[in-house]
């Protein structure tokens, strides 16, 4: 985006007022940086309680044989690691960047509907330590995978009504987040901001919002449904009271193979802002680069019985499903060529931003590949529920999505502070993270090639090598994002001061270098006009 | 502005948009909801 501002800010014009005082500044506040560092403070909190659960596993995984938990605790730990990464860690950390850079890269002064974005955050950590606490409820935690397939997620105990209170209310912030979003970016853009004007980071957050908005109640049905089957005698999903289970499966992979685009969209966006800027070019075809956002977003509607091959179709139905979800990657392949189109003849530098976006350009390729080798019906039936799967979706969302976030981090932590973090620091986490999240997950592509089924925790001795490996970078990539929160830390309580633009030529591409940094506590109280 | 730490708000044609479009996408949202529980109902009503 070439787009310049021709006013001041409101800073200029106004005291600007800091926040309230104490802990009542963090309930109360409506203020979109304080909601969404609250976000961002939270997902990462989440990040690591859900990577807690995943080093359980792998520990447990290390050696085959039953060494640490009972195979019971086992599956509540794949279950609940998969809701609080998906739910509480990625959706919320990327929330916490629109919060945070919507406003400013629109020259909007707040989110339109400001207490409704506090309550929605509230609501999120009322969701989560609901979710939490039903762990320790009788009969253990929810443990039927984080798909909650009946007939097996009605015999959880007491912590199935907690489980699906948690989702409820998650369902709900995240919906009321995407209508904050919409209405802010349809109705508060600076003048002169046309659509096709916006960053790319808006416009993928725009489109996931859009997605939020239509799938979200989809899951919150589907888990109705569930609760009245367990609790009031309905047969929804129970084939002996003219039911369906399969049902229940198509209504969830509805909305769960958008969901996969609610994670990755914003990650897509993240990305876009960072390679231009570290290419010093704007970005390569970026019309194309909308359009290719918004057709990944409708094909996503008309995929997701690929996660259903194996559950038996016909044959018409299993042609239909393998050869839209192949379609996917033509816009996809659209994104991966632009990226790189913009990096071509750019005068590249490597700052930590850079790096996790190219190891995101390269890995989530790869995680892609994998996707598109399972989008091919007869070959599914033999990857399907192995460890090849698990590789394949790790791939997509940890050096994908969770990647993109550090990155987008990385780029917007010295505007957040006014500090530039230490460098060395963030590089070494950069590359312990980029070697081990690979010494993590690819060798679970040969396993599940080899057979290992996923969500089991106990093995045959064949898998065994492959397994301590892969256990060996859980371990060293989780000690890895301490150095995450030692950056953070450090940079949040000093360092080198920055400029507005913080980065060299950063300025052409947003409104957000054009404040000072850190981003005064109000911004663009008197809109920018945009040329 | 009575609370100084609340920065300028909308005009007046925005805040009609806005509350405009924020009913909207929660009725589209209500809507699925209640559209897909309504789907379950007939499907298992055969």
């Not at chain 1, 443990?143 to 909650?148: E, S």
């Not at chain 1, 089957?229 to 992979?253: K, N, S």
């Not at chain 1, 989780?478 to 450090?490: A, D, E």
């Not at chain 2, 925005?14 to 209500?30: C, E, K, M, P, S």
Request: proline fraction near 6%; aromatic fraction near 14%; charged fraction near 10%.
């Amino acid at each position: 985006m070439s787009a310049t501002h021709t006013q001041g800010h409101a800073h200029d014009h106004h005291d600007d007022h800091g926040p309230a005082k104490g802990l009542k500044r963090w309930l109360t506040t409506t203020n979109h940086k304080d909601i969404g560092t609250m976000y961002l403070v939270f997902s990462l909190l989440m990040f690591f309680v859900g990577g807690g659960m995943a080093l359980v596993i792998r520990a447990e995984l290390f050696v085959p044989g039953m060494q640490l938990v009972d195979p019971g605790f086992f599956n509540t730990m794949t279950t609940v690691h998969a809701l609080i990464m998906v739910f509480g860690a990625v959706m919320p950390a990327t929330v916490g960047l629109a919060n945070w850079m919507i406003p400013l890269q629109i020259g909007a002064p707040d989110m339109a509907l400001p207490r409704m974005n506090n309550f929605s955050f509230w609501l999120l950590v009322a969701a989560f330590s609901l979710l939490i606490l039903s762990l320790f409820m009788p009969g253990g935690g929810p443990a039927a995978g984080w798909t909650l397939y009946p007939p097996l997620v009605l015999q959880t105990g007491d912590a199935l009504p907690l489980a699906i209170f948690a989702i409820h209310l998650a369902g709900a912030s995240s919906i009321m987040g995407a209508i904050n979003i919409i209405v802010t970016i349809m109705n508060l853009r600076a003048p002169g901001m046309t659509l096709l004007k916006m960053p790319l980071f808006v416009w993928t957050w725009l489109i996931t919002a859009y997605l939020l908005i239509a799938v979200m109640p989809v899951f919150a049905g589907a888990v109705t449904m569930l609760l009245t089957d367990h609790f009031f005698g309905t047969t929804f999903f129970a084939a002996a009271g003219g039911g369906d289970p399969v049902l229940y499966q198509h209504i969830f992979w509805f909305f769960g193979h958008p969901e996969v685009y609610i994670m990755i969209l914003p990650a897509f966006g993240i990305v876009s802002e960072i390679i231009p800027t570290f290419s010093r070019k704007p970005l390569f075809g970026y019309d194309a680069m909308v359009y290719a956002t918004a057709s990944i977003a409708f094909l996503s509607f008309i995929v997701w019985a690929h996660h259903m091959f194996t559950v038996g179709m016909p044959l018409a139905g299993q042609m239909f499903f393998m050869l839209s979800t192949m379609l996917i990657a033509v816009p996809t392949g659209v994104k991966v060529f632009n990226w790189t189109a913009t990096m071509w003849r750019g005068s590249l530098s490597f700052e930590t931003p850079m790096l996790f976006a190219l190891a995101f350009l390269f890995l989530f390729t790869i995680g892609g590949f994998s996707g598109l080798m399972m989008a091919i019906a007869p070959v599914d039936f033999q990857y399907h529920d192995t460890y090849f799967i698990v590789a394949h979706f790790h791939y997509v969302l940890v050096p994908g999505a969770v990647f993109a976030i550090m990155a987008g981090v990385y780029y917007w932590l010295p505007k957040w502070t006014g500090h530039m973090y230490d460098t060395k620091l963030a590089n070494l986490h950069f590359w312990s993270s980029a070697i081990f999240v690979n010494v993590l997950f690819f060798p679970q592509h040969f396993l599940g090639l080899a057979g290992m089924p996923r969500r089991i925790p106990d093995y045959s001795t064949q898998f065994a090598d492959w397994n301590m490996v892969s256990s060996i970078g859980a371990f060293g990539f989780g000690l890895s994002q301490l150095l995450f929160v030692l950056v953070i830390w450090k940079c949040a309580r000093g360092g080198a001061k920055v400029s507005s633009e913080v980065w060299d030529g950063a300025r052409v591409h947003g409104l957000e270098w054009s404040v000072p940094s850190p981003a005064p506590y109000h911004t663009f109280d008197v809109a920018p006009v945009i040329k | 502005m009575s609370d100084p730490r609340v920065s300028a708000g909308p005009t007046d044609e925005q805040r009609r948009r806005i509350r405009r479009t924020t009913l909207v996408l929660a009725l589209v949202a209500l809507g699925i909801y209640v559209a897909f529980i309504a789907s379950g109902v007939m499907q298992a009503r055969g």
